[in-house]
């Protein structure tokens, strides 16, 4: 099991930023590559951004291309989202999630295995 806790959100203005954290516990973290999502009211949850397990390799959806970063810490278990540039659309719920062991990319919410419960970000325009 992975334990995942995600923790950053918030109100923030059109062009601002925000830096989401997502902690893990259980497991060797090192041993999954990891995700962010993001889920709007009334709307799929739709992939953000991909880490690999070493953190070489990263993904990104072409909504948050450029202006969103994501990077890991595996001695400090620990995911970031550096979130630039904001928009009113990236309003949602922003989820951390672990693979089931692939390192392959992938954006489908059934290849990730552990989730976390969320952290709201807010975008005012």
């Known amino acids: 099991q992975v334990q995942l806790v995600e923790s950053g959100g918030g109100l923030v203005q059109a062009g601002g930023s925000l830096r989401l954290s997502c902690a893990a516990s259980?497991?060797?973290?090192?041993?999954?590559?990891m995700g962010w999502f993001r889920q709007a009211p009334g709307k799929e949850r739709e992939f953000v951004a991909q880490?690999?397990?070493?953190?070489?390799?990263?993904y990104y959806a072409d909504s948050v291309k450029g202006r969103f970063t994501i990077s890991r810490d595996n001695a400090k278990n620990t995911v970031y989202l550096q979130m630039n540039s904001l928009k009113p659309e990236d309003t949602a719920v922003y989820f951390c999630?672990?693979?089931?062991?692939?390192?392959?990319?992938?954006?489908?919410?059934?290849?990730?295995?552990?989730w976390g419960q969320g952290t709201q970000v807010t975008v005012s325009s």
């Open positions: 999630a672990a693979t089931s062991g692939s390192d392959s990319y992938t954006y489908l919410t059934s290849e990730y295995r552990y």
């Open positions: 259980g497991r060797t973290f090192s041993n999954y590559a």
């Open positions: 880490i690999s397990r070493s953190g070489g390799r990263t």
